[in-house]
């Protein structure tokens, strides 16, 4: 089965940039080619889909989402980008493919 | 702008079965594209599928849940449903509804309802 890792956590200052990851059957390449989505969790909400990512980097974002998301693929490794860091940006990020979820980064704007 | 929103009981008895409905508004669920979907969310297990199903009444089912669960649609009502039955206290969750776009080599999620909590206590 499918199984998509994240980092419990990660940091940055307000305004800078943060890249996080997410890692399809822990490096395998047979899941090379397949897509992930992005998902926004702030505190006491709902998931909230920002993007999909796929295998050959291209993404394309949910309504709405600004220009400071961006998306982009290494092997299989999938990673979402935040820039311009607001304190809004504050959430647990998931990564999802089919009927699998990653197990969320929790993001922190210092 | 699609909206979905879940309805139902908070409080479930164990060993009862568990109903929630979603209403869809601002768009059709007859669609040959998307799929319609329940996923929930513990502190225990994070965010987990639980089944999915087309207008046309195709569906798919979470292996670990399969044996209790039933998902149906209403395409006349915009609506489709969960049935959850012999409950536990590790089914106290909240409940999301979502729609399931297909991703080329996986389907992702694409909307989703604001979620309700539903706790399972006698």
């Known amino acids: 089965q499918l199984v998509l890792t994240q980092s419990p956590s990660a940091s940055a200052s307000l305004g800078a940039s943060v890249r996080l990851t997410c890692t399809l059957n822990?490096?395998?390449?047979?899941?090379?080619?397949?897509?992930i989505a992005w998902h926004q969790q702030r505190p006491q909400k709902g998931p909230r889909y920002l993007m999909k990512?796929?295998?050959?980097?291209?993404?394309t974002k949910g309504d709405g989402i600004p220009d400071r998301f961006s998306g982009s693929s290494s092997g299989t490794e999938r990673y979402l980008t935040i820039s311009s860091l607001q304190s809004e940006d504050e959430a647990d990020y998931y990564c999802?493919?089919?009927?699998?979820f990653g197990g969320g980064t929790k993001l922190t704007v210092l | 702008q699609l909206q979905l929103q879940e309805s139902g009981p908070g409080l479930v008895k164990p060993s009862e079965t568990l109903s929630l409905t979603c209403t869809v508004s601002?768009?059709?669920?007859?669609?040959?594209?998307?799929?319609w979907a329940w996923v929930r969310q513990s502190p225990q297990k994070g965010l987990e599928w639980i089944a999915s199903?087309?207008?046309?009444?195709?569906?798919y089912y979470a292996p670990s849940l399969n044996s209790r669960v039933t998902i149906s649609v209403e395409t006349s009502k915009n609506q489709f449903s969960l049935n959850l039955n012999s409950v536990a206290a590790a089914d106290t969750a909240v409940y999301y509804c979502?729609?399931?776009?297909?991703?080329?080599?996986?389907?992702?999620?694409?909307?989703w309802g604001q979620g309700t909590l539903v706790t399972v206590s006698s």
């Open positions: 979502a729609r399931l776009a297909p991703s080329g080599s996986g389907n992702h999620f694409d909307n």
């Open positions: 601002g768009g059709s669920l007859n669609s040959n594209y998307y799929y």
């Open positions: 199903i087309s207008f046309s009444g195709t569906t």
């Open positions: 822990s490096g395998h390449s047979m899941y090379s080619t397949y897509a």
């Open positions: 990512v796929n295998s050959d980097g291209s993404h």
């Open positions: 999802q493919a089919s009927g699998f």
